[in-house]
């Protein structure tokens, strides 16, 4: 996101705009992607809330948190580019804050990836996951990612 310091990332979470909502879509080429029709739009607070549940030496991914929603809400599936926002915009409302953090660092891209649009990019993010135990890899040579190396063994799980 561009120009960080110059937004206000906490009225943006508390902005709900006109969700939550379901929106049923027609695309047939999404139906098939997402197995369904029925289209789940959570708010930012939604994403914040479900972060703070995280707890010390758990990570979550993005995905785990749609089909949560999705799950809660008896739809298909959750709206996919708002949750990736939503999820940053959480990140960077807590690292405004004074009180009352969300352990951001312990959400994770697909695959235990690292998010480099994050506070303090992908460094802070490594630094804070090494200090609660977990073992960061890089992979490729370009482009160079960074993952959570077996996240899958330190995944939270929803009660």
Known sequence: MALENKKDFNAMLNDSKDMPKIQII???????????SKMYFAPPIAYDQVMKQVPYGKVITVGQIR??????????????????????????????????ETPYWRTLKANGELNPKYPGGIE????????????I????????????????TALFEFE
């Open 26 to 36: 027609s695309d047939e080429k999404s139906i098939e992607k997402y197995g369904g």
């Open 67 to 100: 089909e949560y929603f999705a799950e809660q809400n008896q739809a298909d599936f959750t709206e996919p580019i708002t949750a990736g926002i939503f999820v940053s915009i959480s990140a960077w409302a807590s690292y405004q804050r004074a009180e009352n």
């Open 137 to 152: 890899i890089s992979k490729g040579r370009t482009n160079i990612r960074y993952f959570v190396k077996d996240y899958e």
């Open 124 to 135: 802070a993010q490594k630094l804070k996951l090494e200090a609660e135990g977990h073992v």
